[in-house]
């Protein structure tokens, strides 16, 4: 099976441009192409997460994978899938968070050899004139294509800012500039980036008369069609210091059932042979596939050595025979209110707190812990969507006390 072939087969195609001339092109190892990362954070999460693993899997086919910072892009914020304006970063913080990304990308890529780039899209944007830029790329714009574009339809309902308006503007110049300078004929993104990737792809073609190529990938959503990569504290960061690694281990280890098969097939490198040996297993046999998925996963972000221990630290956790012998709640539809329950309510229900008030010392004290995670705030609501799942999820206050919370 060649390249295009199993990206088809592992789910992550979404839309592409022209298929014959992608196809033929990655599986020949003949691609040079771009992703793009917008510096909002000192971190990437896991919503960066696919866009590595597809640039790591087209680099071991022989193409050429560009890694586009957003120093200048950044500025101004990707209104996709947003209901408010992005917060304004400064200079200082944008060129911090691009240093940190180098790092982790640095992780999933090859760069020796001139086998790929990192490039930042500040050195040419921060550059341009406003004049320039009117005259030359925004005069191929239609306004009124740009405003059916999905990118801006939620920010629409609030009222889109000018400044949103130029974030597709610049992205097409990105491209329109990397073809120009770095051969780039390829861009690939999340499927939420069709418009803005278009926009290049056009402008290619209306500047120069050439033909340039995009292909987007499913995003990574659960059963629910709710993205993947938030927990209650927030994203599930690639950065250690932000989401341990026995933490980032627990996300994948605790995905539900109708999950864990979709994400080996769009994150994992397993053959596609080995996970069809997994998605013959029902019931508790799926935590087989959970174990492996997590263990792959954290193997790739944090190290063999990490992941060894966030196994051991998980397994640990269920010891003393087996998770089924752990002290369990069930949870009843009486016992949530609008479909939640309280932090504080859930340990002195679980035993594990003799009441509110000595469950909320527990968790100013950050002795409470929930699916992995450190309980920071008393007023943490648990809803009946974070219990789904067999298994259900650990309620753990300090090194000894714990219960499996289920519904």
Known sequence: ??????????????????????????????????????PTADSLHVGHFMALCLMKRLQQAGNRPIALMGGGTGMIGDPSGRTDLRPM?????????????????SRFIDFSDDKALIVNNADWLRKVRYLNVLREIAAHFSVNRMLTAECYKQRMEKGLTFLEFNYMVLQAYDFFYLYQHYDCNMQFGGDDQWSNMLAGTELIRRKLGDDAYAMTINLLLNSEG??????????????PEKTSPFDFYQYWRNVDDADVIKCMKMLTFLSLDEIAGYEKLKGAELNQAKERLAYELTEMVHGEEEAKKAQEGARALFSAGSAADMPTVTLSDEDFTDGQIGILTLLVKADL?????????????????FDGEK?????????????AGEDGKVLRRGKKRFCKVCL
Do not use: H
């Not at 944008?94 to 990304?101: E, L, P």
């Not at 993947?228 to 960061?237: Q, Y």
């Not at 909320?360 to 002795?367: D, I, L, S």
């Open 226 to 239: 709710k993205k993947m990569g938030k927990t209650a504290s927030g994203a599930v960061w690639l950065d």
């Open 353 to 369: 707190a003799p009441s509110n008030a000595e469950a909320r010392r527990n968790v100013q004290q950050g002795g409470v812990t």
């Open 375 to 387: 309980v920071t705030d008393p007023k943490m609501m648990i809803t009946r969507e974070m219990l």
């Open 89 to 105: 970063l400064t200079d200082e913080q944008i060129d911090y968070n691009i240093s940190c990304f180098k790092k982790q990308i």
């Open 1 to 38: 099976m060649q390249l295009y072939e199993e990206l088809q087969a592992r789910g992550l195609i979404a839309q592409v441009t022209d298929e014959e001339e992608i196809r033929e092109l990655i599986n020949a190892g003949k691609a040079t192409f771009y992703i793009g990362f917008d």
